[in-house]
């Protein structure tokens, strides 16, 4: 295989998507650029994968409004297989919002928000600005030399979901280090075998499982305690609560979708002000961190690579026929700098407006159930971080995970050196 993609017939590209060596320097945008010269919906061709070692052929979904389109259209495109490229098998599905479709998933989706009460949400939002203080105090107190991703953008999303789930403090560390693997077990380097993985993903279903039943003996306040409560009147005029499998299944897909994503935003932003110095000092006059700045740094983060879903009937999507059964994956980083819809888009213009951007994904029924919390947290990181500082030095070569789209976040800084200069 090329790494410069040429088309074959039909649109399949001749480059292979799944090599996780192409983003071992973050995502490769000169590539996709290419690609989207040549369509914004290809085919990829079969290839064989960690869970799929016949190989597997799938479309590549990379041009903003061909996604926006593929994530409105539940009923044609079906999530029910998971977000991964290679589709989880059928009893996995229907226990997660994000492999369940149709009336199953807006019941869960439905009892998840009853958990996010007005006044929960307020006391998170509290948490945010209390654990962003305690990070900050705590990079300070070491003299403001620090690793940026494992000191400052990794520990507030973990604590945040920590929260939520009431997670008492002593076991913290605990299933943070377990989460952390579990993600870099998607990184062949990492040398972390799938069978590794699954005792991982099990340890830490188990412990799920241990709080799930703790919170509901004693319940607390949290909101996990208000989950495993909470109630909707279901078709049929009766009750319908979440099952002890489905809260345990929240509890996964939460610590995965709630934590490296922001992290991202919050290393990858930084990141982006060291590489432009000028854009660092227009928001370091300014008063605050406006909205559309937070949403730039979103759009230039992009930490979901991409979502899978399968083709529920023939369809034709982007010009493309697709079959009933087949494969789709939507790549958000791609079509958040899609040339039709962005003016200019590898330039970083804190100013952009409108700026359309899908990292949060394309809408419809699956749209992001954290994007109010996250915002948040990077919006108070970053305001914290550039009033309590005159600026921020690097200190060292950035090392990034490459973890390929069969994770949906392929792409992570894992590190960046940086002196903090606090204020005096
Ligand atoms: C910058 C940070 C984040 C980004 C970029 C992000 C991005 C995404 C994307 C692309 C999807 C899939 C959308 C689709 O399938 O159409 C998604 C779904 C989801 N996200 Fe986030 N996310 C972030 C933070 C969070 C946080 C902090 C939480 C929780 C506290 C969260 C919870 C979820 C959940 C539960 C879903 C599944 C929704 C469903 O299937 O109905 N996310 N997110």
Redesign the pocket.
Known sequence: MHTAPTELRDGEIDVDLTDTELYRHGFPHELFAELRRQGAVLRHPTVPMRRSPDGFGFWVVIGHPELQEA?RASEAFS?AAG?MVIPNPADRSGIA??SSDGDT?TRL?KL?SAGFTPRMIAHLEEQVLRRTTQILDGVAAAGGDCDLVRDLAYPL?MHI?AD?VGMPDQDRSWVFSHTDRIMRSNDPRAGITLEERAQLEAELFAYAQRLGAEKRRNPADDVWSLLAAAAIEDERGGRSTLSDLELDMFFL??SI??SE??RN?ISQGVRALLDHPEADADLRARDGVPDIAIEEL?RWAS??TS?GRTVNHDTVLGGRDLRAGDRITMW?PSANFDERVFAEPFRLDLDRSPNRHV????G????????H??RR??RTMFEQLLARTTHIERTGEPRWLATGPDAAVAVSLDRLPVRLHFRR
């Open positions: 994530a999530a977000p919002m994000t998933h989706r998840v999303p979901i939520i897909v939460l979708a709630g994503t922001t935003v979103i930490p979901v979502f958000f990292a949060f994904g394309g419809g029924p699956h749209f992001c159930l954290g994007a919390l996250a947290e990077i």
